[in-house]
């Protein structure tokens, strides 16, 4: 079987890709541990939203690559945006289901529940199953040229709750979902409606959420990247099974 041929430049250039997202990750873990400052009001809880902001932030990125790709995909009608697409969508899922959790684990301590109706929760969860339902389309649809049709516009159209996610924080009122950032280290509410907001006087706290976002968005695209490439090679297996079945 003939491998996919990939240029040494571009395999070198993933190579060192890896190696940086595996740097970035663990310098954001040191500094989510012992760099940044300690929450006045929320305590060691609060540094997992390190790892809640970043991954969210990896997420965003990887949909917005799969809206790049399905643009694309439907302006060429190249199988290859389709499989860019596709990579977008495994990898930011998993990121989605880690912001979740992530977020559930911060809420306990914070809220004194798991989960509780808001409209960031609410919409994190639409988001979520905007996208399952992405892989299951295309699972559905037997036909190539069909299916990458298909995923690119809903791809494209599923961005909608990734824009409203981001924003609904700061257009809705009655939501007690923090910002990431904000002017002063207080806790907005009382008891179950405590939201527990971030400071920009600590600059500390700032820097890590800087440095943890672009981690993780450098993370994903590395993993989309050999998701790519697992793809290519899968379709090569595939191409080799039709000749050699023909061949019988």
Same mark, same amino acid.
């Given at each position: 079987?003939?491998?996919p041929a990939y240029l040494?430049?571009?395999t070198n250039?993933?190579?060192?890709?890896t190696i940086?997202?595996?740097v970035?990750?663990t310098?954001?873990?040191?500094?989510?541990l012992?760099y940044?400052g300690t929450d006045a009001?929320?305590?060691?809880v609060?540094?997992?939203f390190?790892m809640h902001?970043?991954a969210?932030?990896?997420?965003a990125?990887?949909?917005?690559v799969?809206?790049?790709a399905?643009?694309?995909?439907?302006?060429?009608?190249?199988?290859?945006?389709?499989r860019v697409?596709?990579?977008?969508?495994?990898?930011g899922l998993?990121?989605?289901?880690?912001?979740?959790?992530?977020?559930?684990?911060?809420?306990?301590?914070?809220?004194?529940?798991?989960?509780?109706?808001?409209?960031?929760?609410?919409a994190m969860i639409v988001?979520?199953?905007?996208y399952?339902a992405?892989l299951?389309l295309?699972?559905t649809?037997?036909?190539?040229?069909?299916?990458a049709r298909?995923?690119a516009?809903?791809?494209?159209?599923a961005f909608v709750s990734?824009?409203y996610t981001?924003?609904?924080? *700061?257009i /809705?009122p009655?939501? @007690?979902h923090?910002?990431a950032i !904000?002017?002063n280290v207080?806790? $907005?509410?009382v008891g179950?409606?405590a939201?527990?907001?971030?400071?920009?006087t600590?600059?500390?706290i700032t820097?890590?959420?800087g440095?943890?976002?672009?981690?993780?968005i450098?993370a994903?695209i590395?993993?989309m990247?050999? *998701?790519v /490439?697992i793809?290519? @090679?899968s379709?090569?297996v595939q !191409?080799l099974?039709l000749?050699? $079945?023909?061949?019988e």
């Amino acid at each position: 079987m003939n491998l996919p041929a990939y240029l040494p430049a571009r395999t070198n250039l993933l190579r060192g890709l890896t190696i940086l997202a595996v740097v970035l990750m663990t310098i954001t873990f040191a500094m989510a541990l012992f760099y940044a400052g300690t929450d006045a009001t929320q305590g060691n809880v609060q540094r997992i939203f390190y790892m809640h902001v970043g991954a969210f932030s990896a997420a965003a990125t990887a949909f917005f690559v799969t809206v790049v790709a399905g643009i694309m995909y439907l302006i060429t009608r190249k199988m290859a945006w389709d499989r860019v697409a596709l990579a977008g969508v495994e990898v930011g899922l998993p990121l989605a289901t880690i912001t979740l959790v992530t977020g559930a684990i911060w809420a306990r301590p914070t809220w004194n529940t798991w989960w509780t109706r808001d409209p960031r929760l609410d919409a994190m969860i639409v988001l979520w199953a905007i996208y399952a339902a992405y892989l299951t389309l295309r699972a559905t649809i037997s036909s190539p040229e069909q299916r990458a049709r298909f995923a690119a516009v809903y791809g494209i159209l599923a961005f909608v709750s990734v824009i409203y996610t981001t924003i609904v924080i *700061r257009i /809705r009122p009655d939501t @007690l979902h923090p910002l990431a950032i !904000a002017p002063n280290v207080a806790t $907005t509410g009382v008891g179950d409606n405590a939201k527990g907001e971030f400071s920009t006087t600590d600059r500390r706290i700032t820097i890590t959420l800087g440095v943890s976002s672009i981690s993780w968005i450098v993370a994903a695209i590395t993993l989309m990247w050999y *998701r790519v /490439r697992i793809e290519n @090679l899968s379709e090569r297996v595939q !191409a080799l099974k039709l000749r050699l $079945t023909a061949n019988e």
